[in-house]
């Protein structure tokens, strides 16, 4: 559900069945940084210091998981060479150690100089057949319209079985991820609700859900820059041929090589919708 107006200044406020359980923590934090190589760069700089270094986070308190992620000039429909972390952070004061306290990030900094850092809220997670817990899907109940309500997206098929193909794939570290950066329209709000927004984020939640019981897809977070009104689509897949079949491709999906994953608190990552 997307939830209720309350019935002041139009506002929507979430409906009990998604409010979350008591005592349970759901903020996560994601961010990105994209460090832009020469085109004769030798990636195998980078691959020998993620074997090198790349476990220096896998036990880091607050970290859900960082992937250390790759684009090879003319791998993967790549442009250029690039070395473009992504990470999942369940505490935010651990990602501020990380970026300025001395925590990691300083050893970019001396190798590369500073890299903007692109960075938001999550808004859901799901996990995929190649993840050891298997599949969490995002979807929940549609809610239903109403006056000043945002209208219900269609609903998913709830838990629809996954295909043998899907239940056979075997749990492994992810080696590939896609993302796709999705601009939000200046002004959704073509009947005057001012809740279009919220109906668009609600449609790209259910999109992220159905790739709950998608064959390959490890996990899956949909993340909110509310400063450039920005959707990112982020998806660790198992291998380079799961990522290919990313829906997109052609039109700005961007696709990478995980060299390792550092996933000390992964399993403790909330699942589903987190808004």
Do not use: C
């Not at 193909?165 to 992810?174: H, L, Q």
């Not at 990522?243 to 961007?254: E, H, K, S, V």
Request: proline share 7%.
């Amino acid at each position: 559900m997307i939830g209720e107006d309350d019935g002041s200044h139009g506002t929507v406020r979430p409906s009990s069945s998604d409010q979350q359980r008591p005592g349970e923590d759901a903020d996560v934090y994601a961010m990105q940084y994209e460090i832009t190589l020469p085109a004769d760069y030798d990636m195998g700089i980078i691959r020998r210091r993620v074997a090198d270094t790349g476990h220096a986070l896998d036990d880091r308190a607050g970290l859900g998981l960082k992937a250390y992620a790759i684009r090879e000039r003319g791998v993967a429909g790549a442009a250029v060479n690039q070395y473009a972390p992504f990470y999942l952070w369940r505490d935010a004061g651990a990602m501020g150690r990380f970026l300025a306290g001395g925590g990691g990030f300083d050893r970019i900094i001396r190798s590369f100089g500073r890299p903007a850092v692109a960075h938001g809220t999550v808004l859901a997670v799901v996990t995929g057949p190649a993840h050891p817990a298997g599949p969490a899907s995002a979807a929940v109940p549609a809610r239903s319209e109403s006056a000043g309500a945002a209208p219900a997206s269609p609903p998913l098929p709830a838990s629809a079985p996954s295909t043998a193909a899907a239940a056979s794939t075997a749990a492994a570290a992810p080696t590939a991820a896609s993302r796709r950066v999705t601009v939000l329209p200046a002004d959704p709000d073509a009947d005057g609700s001012g809740l279009g927004l919220a109906t668009r984020v609600a449609r790209e939640t259910d999109a992220l859900a159905a790739l709950a019981h998608r064959a390959g897809v490890h996990t899956a977070a949909l993340t909110l820059d509310p400063r450039r009104w920005e959707l990112t689509r982020f998806v660790l897949w198992a291998d380079a041929t799961a990522a290919a079949g990313d829906a997109g491709d052609a039109g700005g999906t961007q696709r990478y090589q995980v060299l390792h994953v550092s996933a000390p608190g992964a399993a403790a990552l909330p699942s589903g919708r987190l808004w």
